[in-house]
């Protein structure tokens, strides 16, 4: 299979992700849009190696896992408080930056 | 190594700055004490290092040199020739002076106000600045000079927005909205200036690959350094604004005004008396030596508007019904004079104009600090809502009209003096500008007679009548200022002759010869 | 010898010095000081002027180097005096009746609170005009030449609380200073054309030719019109001779010493003094010649129409400076005579205004002529004193204005040619106007009915106008006395120099041969005989005294003035100098003034202020950028990667 098609769907999962994260109000669906993305540029990291058949882009976005992973676990802690002060976890009540 | 002397006369007002805001706050005299005994000490140091300077010897003297920041070839370098000692010694001359005549400007507010006064602050600040205008009268490194003509506006910016006068005709309200209105507008122009002037600073730089003021003129003298031009034009413009700026000359003159009339007398006395003269002196110094040729092709423009300065500032002198706006506008008017003695490039123009700048600082002194005197007293700058306090205070209208006498440059008096130098210096090369700023001299009397005339003759007004005469402190002010007016007016030697050398030297920098008698040269 | 010359201005300086500085505690003793150290330089004159006499003709300068003053490269100004015969005749003048004057004052300030400051100002005065006369260069001159000009303002504006005399301080001085700049351009003319200001290498000394010929005639003219300009203010000559009546707000000794006998003469000293430069420049003598007849004429009118004793004579003294200042215009054929005149007319003007204040000490300070009369029983000294001054002015036969005042109109018509003529017939014009006026006051004061009785003097609102002597009660009717002999010792003295020194001067011709080694002297050729002169200036004194009697000596004088011709108000008003300096330079100044300061704050302030407003704007515009929303920032992020990708793209594809 040619592996500019892997492109194409990393292409689109990430038009996929930038648009939930552009519209979407809700900070999980925001949050998980995001990892969409990132995960789109893995993907597209992953094809590049394979077709320049060297590793640097499969072990880039293994550093890219362990920052979503990060990012995950420091995200979803704001998250929660902000949901638990606010009682919402829309972005846009959290323009202040203060709770 | 012999003793570092010129920076021991800044070192001192700084440790004492130091020392003087590291006063407990309940202690306030005991902080007043001391800065006014550091204040002293540095007069001496500077009384030293003008018996120790030696007018016949080499330009430069008392010199330092250390490297500082060797990847850029900044170096420490300090150093005097005539034209700077004179000005070291009248900042340290003048400085006790204002902290004398400020003692009770940053006392705390009676009580029930519930604003904070550091009184320690106040006499810290002053000291600073006299810390950072001493280095800058000495300092022959470019950068070392930028450093500091850069640094002495913070502390005169909490001084005039921090310690201003709370006389003003609105209610106090509308004084502290003034006076941040004043510190602000002081510092953006001078910051605006203080950067065009880092550009230029940089560019120098570029072009020279040092900073050192003697070895770039030397090279600039020798012709081993050439710079295009565009480049010494650009350049040269560069450092000029910034001291147009705080000389300052028209049309950049508008935040004077602003800034004397909202800061308290004493601190008045520090903008125009001490601070400004930083301008003047630095156009002197590094205009004239770094750019001889830019300074010859700028010259009929700065003409121009030194002489637009000597009229327009008394024009609008004779306008202002506030004492300390007048006396600003005044000032104006006075570096005008300065500016085009500078540019008049001859003997007696430059002379002129450095004695200008020595009994400029005297003779504003004397009146301003008079004049923070009498609104001190009544509470208000307005000049209508004074008269006839020659009545019940004589001495104090005396000193008064001593101060004013000096500024219209009455002969018998040091103004008159310099001024007169200046205005045949000119003459002797610009006979049309000349005469223009000889018109100057008939605006002066009009707005200091005006002055006086409103505020201290006719019947007296009743909010004025029990106003008390000049106190022991006040009267210790007044009379060494008075003292030094009468005798540089009629002995002006000393000074002169400190002063001729570099003038010379700074003239033969430029290739600039006097024009000869016309006699002489029919001959 | 020479050392005593600086002695000579030490001693009032050091007199200024004590009373100004002294304090309170000189209060009771301070006239006396002022009056010892003003005779003290008076006889340290006497020795000098012995010193001179006994020297011979040409070796009649001394000169005194004091110390180097202005030490600038090619420019050298010193402190130096020179001592020759037209200063010795000065520094005689200006001490011994600024000396009587001092002794006038003891009486005539006697009940001033302040008097110690006044001795201290008169005393400053005196100081200032013998360096004046004393300087050997410009320079210094012009130290002195203001010197008695801040004496003049301090002492017009004596009475502080009065805003008309504070006015007309800041008058004189201002006017004073527009003279002042034709000083300082001249000085920097010969500055720039000799490289010196210094007496003796321009005017030349001990018989040596100075180097003023050797400048082009244009350069001389320049500098010539330069100092007629200073002269002009100093002395009250026409354009700016307006300060001189306002200058009558001083106290009346002030008058007759600064702005009658010694500093409204200085003027024509400077011209005198500058004889070289002037001789040089024909066509700015002839602009002297022009100014003085001019004034003269000018003068006189104005005199003749104010009802305010001192104002008349000052308007008098206008006049008379008039002639000086015309015969030191004719060049060698007046210097002279305008130095004889000056000297003569100190004695008699100073005289008349002695006299007019002894009246005025009589009559409760009151100044207006229209409420005098008759004082002849009443103040016997006064009148044969002012008498004689007044014999003296209209230059009647033997006494000194008739010989000073009549070798001036000889050598007027002696100019030769058309200007001649008219310069003559100006000055014996003059001689038929001042009869008139002089005589006019004269009548209204000491002759006809007592207009003073039965009538306030005063109006309660109006301030005493000589508040030295508000002890006398202010509303009640006047009760005329003699002065103490304290004053009216110095007036028999002036008086005796009224009558005899113009006689004593001319037999001989003395003061010509005295004078002569400084100035130079030369005839002239008059067209007409002295005799014929003398005639004519005889008829025109009696035609003008005849009128005065006709008007005011056989017609009682009303109390209230008549509206009178336009002339008579136009010279009320100071010929409308008054209003035209009030329309254009007092109006239009504030207006000037007003409108530059509106333009600092809207335009040049303005161009700051609005930039900084500007400035402000955009970053608030650019602040609601910043709203906080998560999603607007990712808006934006998103925006600028599009853009960077398609700038990548672009500029690939280029």
């Known amino acids: 299979m040619n592996p500019v098609n892997y492109l194409y769907l990393a292409a689109l999962l990430f038009t996929i992700g930038a648009t939930g994260v552009l519209i979407r109000r809700n900070a999980i669906v925001v949050f998980m849009c995001i990892e969409l993305m990132l995960n789109a540029c893995n993907l597209a990291f992953v094809t590049f190696s394979r077709m320049h058949g060297n590793l640097d882009g499969q072990i880039i976005a293994f550093f890219t896992m362990v920052v979503a992973a990060a990012e995950v676990v420091v995200g979803l802690a704001i998250i929660v408080s902000l949901f638990r002060s606010r009682h919402s976890a829309s972005v846009d009540d959290a323009s202040l930056m203060k709770l | 190594m012999s003793f570092p002397l010129l920076t021991a006369t800044a070192v001192l007002p700084a440790i004492g700055a130091v020392a003087t805001a590291a006063v407990p706050a309940a202690r306030r005299n005991a902080a007043k004490a001391l800065a006014l005994l550091f204040s002293l000490v540095t007069l001496a140091l500077a009384i030293v290092v003008l018996v120790r300077f030696d007018p016949g010897g080499a330009r430069y003297q008392l010199t330092e040199s250390h490297s500082w920041i060797a990847e850029f070839g900044v170096r420490y370098e300090l150093g005097v020739d005539g034209i700077g000692v004179a000005l070291v010694a009248l900042t340290a001359l003048l400085i006790p002076f204002v902290i004398l005549a400020g003692w009770h400007d940053a006392d705390p507010l009676e009580t029930g106000s519930k604003r904070w006064r550091p009184t320690q602050g106040f006499f810290a600040l002053i000291l600073a600045v006299e810390a950072m205008v001493i280095l800058s009268f000495e300092a022959t490194d470019v950068f070392l000079f930028y450093i500091f003509f850069e640094a002495m506006l ?245 000193t008064f009209l001593i101060g004013g006498l000096a500024t219209l440059s009455l002969p018998g008096l040091a103004p008159f003096v310099s001024e007169f130098l200046v205005l045949v210096g000119t003459f002797a090369r610009y006979p049309a500008i000349g005469i223009i700023a000889t018109f100057g001299i008939v605006l002066a009397a009009l707005y200091t007679l005006v002055l006086y005339q409103r505020t201290m003759t006719g019947p007296v007004k009743p909010e004025v009548s029990a106003m008390p005469d000049l106190r022991a402190r006040e009267l210790v002010v007044v009379t060494p200022l008075i003292v030094l007016l009468i005798f540089l007016g009629v002995y002006p030697k000393p000074v002169t002759d400190i002063v001729n050398p570099a003038v010379k030297q700074t003239l033969s920098d430029v290739h600039k010869k006097d024009p000869k008698p016309e006699v002489e040269a029919a001959k | ?288 010649t022009v100014v003085g007849a001019v004034t003269l004429l000018f003068g006189a009118i104005v005199g003749c129409a104010k009802d305010d004793i001192k104002k008349a004579l000052a308007g008098s003294t206008m006049s008379q400076i008039g002639y000086m200042v015309l015969a030191a215009g004719l060049g060698p054929i007046g210097y002279v005579f305008a130095i004889m005149h000056l000297v003569t007319h100190g004695f008699f003007k100073a005289g008349l205004f002695l006299g007019a204040g002894s009246v005025m000490h009589g009559m409760n300070d009151e100044v207006d002529m229209r409420k005098y009369g008759g004082l002849r029983k009443y103040m016997p000294v006064t009148f044969v004193t002012f008498g004689l001054g007044y014999l003296a002015i209209i230059g009647f036969p033997g006494l000194s204005g008739f010989f000073s005042k009549d070798k001036i109109i000889e050598a007027a018509f002696a100019k030769g040619g058309a200007e001649g003529w008219i310069l003559g017939g100006c000055a014996l014009l003059g001689a038929a106007i001042t009869a008139y006026y002089m005589t006019r006051v004269m009548l209204m004061t000491f002759f006809g009915e007592e207009r003073w009785k039965n009538q306030p003097t005063r109006s309660p609102e109006a301030p005493s106008a000589e508040p030295a002597a508000a002890h006398h009660g202010e509303h009640a009717e006047p009760h005329p006395h003699e002065s103490p002999k304290v004053m009216t010792i110095p007036m028999i003295v002036l008086a005796f120099g009224s009558v005899f020194a113009g006689g004593f001067f001319s037999i001989g011709d003395r003061f010509l041969h005295w004078l002569e080694p400084v100035t130079g002297h030369s005839e002239g050729d008059s067209p007409l005989s002295v005799a014929a002169v003398t005639g004519a200036t005889m008829v025109c004194l009696v035609i003008g005294v005849g009128i005065a009697y006709a008007q005011y000596g056989r017609r009682p004088v009303p109390v209230v003035a008549p509206r009178g011709s336009l002339l008579t108000r136009a010279a009320r008003r100071d010929l409308l100098q008054d209003d035209f300096n009030h329309v254009v330079l007092v109006r239009g100044g504030e207006h000037l003034t007003r409108s530059l300061v509106y333009v600092d704050h809207t335009l040049v302030d303005g161009v700051v202020n609005g930039t900084a407003a500007s400035v402000g704007g955009l970053s608030g515009r650019l602040r609601r950028l910043q709203n906080g929303f998560a999603r607007s920032y990712a808006v934006s992020m998103f925006g600028g990667a599009a853009v960077l990708v398609a700038a990548t793209l672009l500029m690939r594809a280029v």
């Open chain 2, 154 to 398: 913070i502390p005169m910016y909490f001084l005039i927005g921090g310690f201003g006068d709370r006389a003003h005709e609105h209610g106090e309200e509308a004084a502290s909205t003034q006076r941040s209105y004043a510190a602000v507008k002081f510092l953006l122009y001078n910051l605006v200036g203080g950067l065009i002037m880092l550009a230029a600073v940089i560019g120098l730089y570029v072009v020279a690959g040092n900073f050192s003021l003697a070895e770039i003129a030397q090279a600039r003298a020798d012709g081993t350094l050439h710079m295009a031009t565009s480049t010494e034009r650009w350049l040269f413009l560069g450092f000029f604004f910034a001291f147009a700026v705080k000389a300052p000359l028209w049309p950049l003159h508008t935040w004077l005004p602003n800034a004397m009339g909202e800061a308290t007398a004493p601190v008045a006395v520090l903008i125009t008396a001490v601070v400004d003269k930083v301008g003047t002196f630095a156009m002197l110094r590094f205009c004239l030596q770094l750019f001889p040729e830019a300074s010859k092709w700028a010259t009929p423009v700065i003409l121009v508007l030194a002489v637009i300065s000597i009229v327009y500032g008394a024009l609008l002198a004779v306008g202002q019904r506030d004492i300390k706006r007048l006396v600003a506008y005044a000032s104006i008017s006075h570096f005008g004079f300065i500016i085009l003695g500078i540019f008049a490039m001859t003997s007696q123009g430059q002379s002129g104009a450095t004695l200008y700048m020595v009994n400029h600082g005297i003779s504003t002194a004397a009146l301003m600090l008079v004049a923070g005197f009498l609104i001190s007293r009544r509470g208000s700058r307005l000049i209508a809502d004074y008269g006839g306090v020659q009545k019940v205070a004589p001495v104090l209208a005396g």
């Open chain 3, 1 to 288: 010898m020479e050392n005593l010359i600086a002695l000579l201005i030490a001693a009032p300086l050091l007199g200024a010095a004590v009373l100004l500085v002294g304090g309170r505690r000189l209060d009771a003793v301070g006239q006396w000081v002022g009056t010892l150290l003003s005779t003290v330089s008076f006889v340290l004159g006497l020795v000098l002027f012995g010193d001179l006499l006994g020297r011979s003709a040409e070796d009649r300068t001394l000169t005194q180097h004091l110390f180097s003053w202005i030490p600038v490269e090619g420019f050298q100004a010193d402190v130096g005096f020179r001592l020759d015969q037209l200063s010795m005749t000065f520094v005689l003048l200006i001490t011994g009746v600024g000396s009587l004057i001092h002794l006038y004052s003891v009486g005539y300030m006697e009940h001033d609170e302040r008097r110690r400051r006044f001795f201290g100002y008169l005393n400053l005065f005196l100081a200032a005009m013998l360096l004046l006369v004393l300087a050997d260069n410009y320079l210094l001159l012009y130290v002195g030449w203001e010197g008695v000009g801040l004496a003049s303002y301090l002492l017009i504006g004596f009475w502080q609380h009065k805003p008309s005399a504070a006015t007309a301080a800041k008058k004189a001085f201002l006017v004073n200073r527009v003279g002042d700049m034709g000083l300082s351009i001249a000085i920097m003319l010969m500055f720039t054309t000799f490289g010196t200001f210094a007496f003796g290498p321009l005017l030349g000394a001990e018989g040596q030719q100075g180097i003023a010929g050797d400048a082009s005639e244009g350069k001389l003219t320049a500098i010539a019109l330069m100092l007629l300009l200073a002269a002009c203010g100093k002395s009250a000559q026409v354009p700016l001779q307006s300060w001189l009546g306002d200058a009558m707000e001083g106290p009346t000794p002030v008058s007759a010493l600064i702005h009658a006998a010694t500093m409204v003469t200085a003027g024509v000293y400077l011209i005198v003094r500058s004889a070289a430069i002037f001789n040089g420049a024909p066509d700015a003598q002839l602009v002297v």
